[in-house]
């Protein structure tokens, strides 16, 4: 469990576990997650931890970097202090090993001295086929930064505020992407947490305008990280729908019925991840966008 992020992350808990015991546990359920991820034929790379730099939170590495298919890598602005520490430039260098091109570099991170943050598609939910960028404001997501990264990449700003009841009280969600996930045919999406309806109508506008089926949420499956989700390509080019086996376990059969209108589903168990980091399958995977060598 990271203090620094679990100041503004409610999902965290503390399992009171030894620390050897959680690391254990959660790189089974790593190594499993890997394990049914290529079993579909999901180009997975792994990265190993930097185990000098003490980054608890570095199994999600799509808040400090995302990756785009006109070879640009951009680096992201993080709200914890030990988390700055994730971003390592050898992973750059390993995706070029792997026959992927790196064309040019965005940089945002020197918002940090302003305590400026966006975490990258943790905060910023990318339709990349309709240039559209989603984000829910909160510490972790300035606004005139997120501005400027749609005027950078050329992306429709889509703002809202997305908040979840703790203790009785409304108070922000830390991450877009744990409220709602983009697929190419449909989002998954919970739409009790946008409080004001003039936003919530605003995002369920563009979601439809764009073709896509909106499926909803509630906020108790949200809390099980259904919003968490990420869709891959597998083999024979199959679209999967990946999560937790939590989240999976927390939709109707409804709702399942409706991603698999669309996608084949993948899930994994993940519940020590979830419980000590605060985040689940999607914020496991920084999807590789990057043009082929």
Same mark, same amino acid.
């Given at each position: 469990m990271n203090e620094q992020t679990a100041v503004n992350n409610y999902f965290q808990e503390d399992p009171h576990l030894k620390n050897a015991e959680i690391n254990k546990k959660a790189q089974e359920e790593f190594d499993q997650f890997v394990k049914v991820l290529r079993e579909h034929g999901v180009n997975v790379i792994t990265i190993s931890d930097n185990m000098e730099r003490d980054t608890p939170d570095s199994i999600f590495p799509n808040n400090w970097v995302s990756f785009h298919d006109n070879?640009?890598?951009?680096? %992201?602005? !993080?709200f914890a202090e030990n988390r700055r520490k994730e971003r390592r430039e050898d992973i750059f260098e390993l995706l070029e +090993?792997?026959? @992927?091109?790196?064309?040019? @570099? !965005?940089? %945002?991170?020197?918002? =940090? #001295? =302003?305590?400026?943050?966006?975490?990258?598609?943790?905060?910023? /939910?990318?339709?990349?086929?309709?240039?559209?960028? %989603?984000?829910?404001?909160? *510490?972790?997501? $300035? #606004? +005139?930064?997120?501005?400027? @990264?749609?005027?950078?990449? +050329?992306?429709?700003?889509?703002?809202? $505020?997305?908040?979840?009841?703790? *203790?009785?009280?409304?108070?922000?969600? %830390? $991450?877009?992407?744990?409220? !709602?996930?983009?697929?190419?045919?449909?989002?998954?999406?919970? /739409? +009790?947490s946008i409080d004001d309806k003039k936003e919530r109508k605003n995002v369920v506008d563009h979601i439809k305008m764009d073709g896509k089926e909106v499926i909803r949420i509630t906020e108790e499956q949200m809390c099980h990280f259904a919003g968490n989700m990420l869709q891959v390509i597998g083999a024979n080019d199959k679209r999967f729908m990946v999560m937790s086996t939590q989240a999976y376990n927390s939709l109707t059969q409804e709702q399942i019925t409706a991603i698999e209108k669309h996608c084949f589903i993948i899930h994994s168990p993940l519940d020590t991840i979830e419980t000590c980091g605060g985040g689940s399958a999607r914020c496991m995977m920084a999807e590789v966008f990057l043009p082929k060598a």
């Open positions: 070879g640009t890598v951009c680096v %992201y602005p !993080m +090993d792997n026959g @992927f091109m790196i064309n040019n @570099f !965005m940089d %945002y991170t020197a918002a =940090e #001295e =302003e305590e400026v943050f966006l975490e990258g598609t943790g905060s910023i /939910l990318l339709d990349r086929v309709n240039q559209k960028a %989603y984000c829910a404001l909160s *510490e972790r997501a $300035h #606004e +005139d930064l997120f501005i400027e @990264f749609c005027e950078d990449f +050329d992306c429709f700003p889509v703002i809202f $505020h997305a908040n979840q009841t703790v *203790e009785g009280e409304r108070l922000p969600i %830390y $991450h877009t992407n744990v409220m !709602m996930a983009m697929a190419e045919t449909f989002a998954v999406i919970c /739409l +009790d």
